[in-house]
């Protein structure tokens, strides 16, 4: 399986986002396209990005009623995403429906993976917050056997969880894993980090890499660097 390095563009505008991309040349890159930008811009994003030959990973993060989701990825398959999420917490059929919509609006080729925990949440929130009765890493597992049976193709979690998910879905199964920093970044808003190096020996398919890449004086050369020790064979 490729292992790719997904950039996050969480740029206010379009302009802003090609100013970015411009940085990369003729390089064809995998990026991700969340609220931030998506909500703000529409679905001109998604054309301009894919016809600059870019993968695109959506990140909408739905979360509704089965039939509300059902018709959202229905619409939303016309623009041929390469990923599009999708909350674990929905529950079985509301994941089903996702991946529904997404074939009969035509795009099997569509990933459509689930959210399991966000990296920014911490196991004193899962207990205090969400209370959850179990473990954070016993929560993501339980949403990744969720999302495989319902017939998603991949999970989103922290790196600490990529092996355990492996054992449990499968290797075919995506593993997309944000919450990477390089040794010498800052952590800013996210709690279970983890180096790039760290998340090809766990296990994950793809990681997502926002503010490591996008903040640094090179971007470029940075990305460079972060695939370089993501594609290594440890
Ligand atoms: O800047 P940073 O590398 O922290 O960006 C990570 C990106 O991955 C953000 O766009 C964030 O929305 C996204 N993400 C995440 N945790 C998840 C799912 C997505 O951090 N579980």
Not at 101 to 129: D, H, R
């Amino acid at each position: 399986m490729n292992k790719d390095v997904i950039i996050a563009l969480d740029f206010p505008t379009l302009e802003d986002t090609i100013n970015f991309l411009e940085k990369f040349g003729d390089e064809k890159l995998f990026v991700k396209v969340g609220m931030e930008l998506y909500l703000q811009n529409g679905p001109v994003v998604l054309k301009k990005i894919k016809s600059l030959g870019h993968k695109v990973f959506l990140d909408l993060k739905l979360h509704d009623i089965p039939n509300t989701v059902y018709g959202a990825t229905k619409g939303l398959a016309q623009f041929k995403v390469d990923i599009l999420t999708v909350h674990g917490a929905g529950g079985y059929e509301m994941l089903a429906a996702a991946k529904r919509g997404m074939i009969e609006g035509g795009s099997v080729e569509t990933n459509v993976i689930a959210i399991t925990q966000l990296t920014s949440t911490s196991e004193k929130q899962v207990k205090e917050e969400q209370l959850v009765g179990v473990s954070l890493e016993e929560s993501v597992i339980n949403y990744a056997k969720l999302a495989k049976k319902a017939g998603l193709d991949g999970v989103v979690s922290s790196v600490w969880e990529a092996k355990v998910i492996k054992e449990n879905c499968g290797e075919e199964f995506l593993k997309v894993t944000p919450g990477i920093r390089l040794e010498t970044d800052e952590v800013g808003d996210q709690k279970r980090v983890a180096t790039p190096e760290r998340a090809a020996c766990e296990g994950s398919t793809h990681i997502v890499v926002g503010r490591s890449i996008t903040k640094a004086k090179n971007p470029l050369e940075v990305y460079n660097l972060i695939k370089k020790q993501f594609t290594k064979k440890y």
